[in-house]
């Protein structure tokens, strides 16, 4: 087992000085801006996969947090001037805080009425959480396909109201970020790079956490409740507090994924930061990869963002749809075939060639 | 002797059916006492009631001195109840020693300590060559014994075991009243709804027979069996009796 554990460790380590060297040996803008994007939805795929994998309670709804993630750094940059690092914190409480449902909503009113961010934040939070204890009580009780539908209803509320918020969100429309140089502390760059290592190191903080939750008490609480949430109950488990909880996390990681994105594409409008696809996707690339494991998501993003923008530089164009089409074909074929992910085929092409054992069933969470 | 667990007039209602009606009895600690009755009499839900997996419309539930009504399953469990389902529900994904892990968990949150309690439990029943196997690929009697095991490591101090010796042959059920034995031995108060009467027979200090939600007879085993109502609406009038053995370690 040590040996394994230190061949893994060397992986990891390769991988790792692949991925630090990539934008020092692709100079192509078009290659740089796929490997973001890659990252970015490994990043918000793994966050997803905190409470969606491993507790498997189905969200369809992180689009919620993308967005507020998003609009809470948005306006505290343009109205206040606060740097989007952190704003990009402040998203995550306030998706946190959302996440109990919808509470934001109260977090943002309090900005809207002119007390400064700071206070505002705090207060707005205080308020966030009261008014969301019952709401979020209610959403916590839901089981198997009632939360998902809860999730979705979140993100979709969301979208409308960030949609009539006019005055202080910019309606519709939406708002391009100022553009401010290369100001790094302001979270803006004037080449791809950088970007690509702040995401980058966004990915590596959801997978230690991913990878620490898996080996504590918490990851045998999760896959518990994921497993049976009755049988979880009867040894023990507060499964509500630990829904709670591990939701908590999910919503302020993909917050600041949300973040990024907007001051990545200098852009935000209600159809952007809330877009049904970011919950798809999140979703999707977890499912595809291998639900419930550490390495799932980041696998399943490379595969889908890969052959999505594949087919898109050589189906795109004239035939409207094929190259939709095509990724759709992978994607039936994925789940009718490998329903437990990608990752299964993986681990035991690892285990067979490189590792030369046979090993113990990993999901097994053996300690 | 102390009581264990006292319940009172617990009651509770399914629509139109009376589920459990008006029920009362009491468990010293450290005894072993058997529910009993034909398929329906509301002893499975008698057990959800207590554990919290379901709520009586009327009715107490004292166990150690402490109102268990209203009380969510996993403070019930955190207060020294654990129970068994009637269908084992193993967390199917998980191996063996992770299942029982995550019972530990509940007492120590510390990895190496949980591991350590989760093996003891293992041993105990019996499954320590079976640990780092998935749950679902038990066979159902290494389910239930997986389940029991799961229950031990919470460190209970009074257990419910839901027909646990149901489908066993005669042998297992030895295994399995051996097991009940040396558990009651360890000073731990236990209830079980069974329907293996030698099982009870040799168990049993004290039994509560249900039928129809209402409690219809009690008392110890020599008594109950020979009791009419008891013969009428479960035994069955050729039933021989079994000689009674069971016994209190404290």
Request: charged share 15%; hydrophobic share 50%.
């Amino acid at each position: 087992m040590r040996r394994f554990v230190s061949q893994g460790g060397f992986w990891v380590g390769a991988l790792a000085v692949i991925a630090v060297a990539l934008p020092l040996l692709v100079s192509s803008t078009f290659a740089i801006d796929i490997f973001i994007r890659i990252l970015l939805f490994a990043f918000i795929g793994v966050a997803w996969n905190l409470m969606g994998g491993y507790a498997k309670q189905l969200s369809l709804g992180h689009a919620a947090y993308f967005g507020l993630g998003a609009y809470t750094s948005t306006i505290l940059l343009i109205r206040y001037g606060v740097s989007p690092w952190i704003g990009m914190l402040a998203g995550g409480i306030v998706a946190m805080l959302a996440s109990l449902p919808i509470g934001a909503l109260s977090t943002i009113l309090l900005i809207r009425y002119g007390v400064s961010p700071w206070i505002g934040m705090l207060a707005g939070g205080i308020v966030a959480m009261l008014a969301s204890l019952p709401i979020g009580a209610l959403c916590f009780r839901l089981r198997g396909p009632y939360f998902a539908i809860a999730t979705i209803a979140t993100a979709q509320v969301l979208m409308l109201l960030f949609l009539k918020f006019r005055d202080f969100a910019w309606g519709a429309e939406g708002t391009t970020m100022p553009n401010l140089g290369d100001a790094p502390l302001m979270m803006q760059f004037d080449s791809k790079a950088p970007y690509y290592y702040v995401v980058l190191v966004l990915l590596a903080v959801g997978l230690a956490i991913t990878y620490w939750i898996e080996r504590s008490w918490m990851g045998y609480y999760l896959v518990a409740v994921g497993e049976d949430e009755d049988a979880a109950e009867a040894i023990g488990v507060d499964t509500l507090r630990i829904k709670r909880n591990i939701y908590l996390i999910s919503a302020f990681l993909t917050a600041l994924a949300g973040t990024f994105y907007v001051q990545y594409i200098y852009f935000i409008d209600p159809n952007t930061a809330f877009s049904f696809n970011v919950s798809v996707e999140a979703a999707l690339v977890s499912i595809v990869g291998g639900i419930g494991t550490l390495w799932g998501p980041v696998i399943g993003t490379v595969l889908l963002e890969v052959t999505s923008a594949l087919l898109q530089s050589w189906l795109g164009g004239g035939h409207g749809g094929v190259q939709l089409t095509v990724y759709s074909l992978i994607l039936i074929a994925v789940i009718l075939y490998r329903p437990a992910g990608l990752i299964g085929i993986l681990t035991a092409a690892y285990d067979r060639v490189i590792a030369g054992t046979k090993r113990v069933n990993k999901v097994s969470l053996d300690g | 002797m102390a009581e264990a667990l006292v319940i009172r007039n617990l009651s509770r209602r399914f629509g139109g059916l009376r589920a459990v009606q008006d029920v009362s009895f009491a468990v010293n600690e450290c005894e072993t006492v058997a529910l009993i009755g034909p398929n329906g009499a509301g002893k499975t839900t008698s057990f959800n009631l207590i554990t919290g997996h379901c709520r009586p419309d009327a009715g107490s539930v004292l166990a150690f001195g402490r109102e268990l009504v209203g009380l969510r399953p996993h403070e019930i469990c955190a207060h020294g109840l654990a129970r068994t389902f009637q269908v084992a529900r193993p967390f199917g994904k998980m191996t063996v020693l992770a299942n029982v892990m995550t019972g530990a968990f509940l007492r120590d949150r510390r990895l190496e300590i949980a591991r350590q309690q989760a093996r003891e439990a293992i041993d105990f029943v019996g499954l320590a060559a079976k640990e780092h196997t998935p749950a679902r690929e038990l066979t159902t009697i290494d389910q239930r014994r997986l389940e029991l095991a799961r229950a031990l490591a919470t460190q209970p101090r009074l257990l419910l075991l839901d027909e646990v010796m149901a489908g066993l042959n005669p042998a297992e059920i030895d295994q399995a009243v051996a097991l009940v034995k040396k558990l009651s031995q360890r000073g731990l108060t236990i209830v079980i709804v069974e329907h293996v009467m030698r099982a009870i027979m040799a168990v049993a200090r004290h039994i509560v027979v249900l039928d129809h939600g209402q409690k219809i007879a009690e008392g110890n085993p020599r008594e109950v069996v020979a009791n009419p109502d008891v013969i009428r609406a479960y035994l069955g009038t050729g039933y021989a009796q079994p000689a009674a053995a069971g016994e209190s370690h404290c």
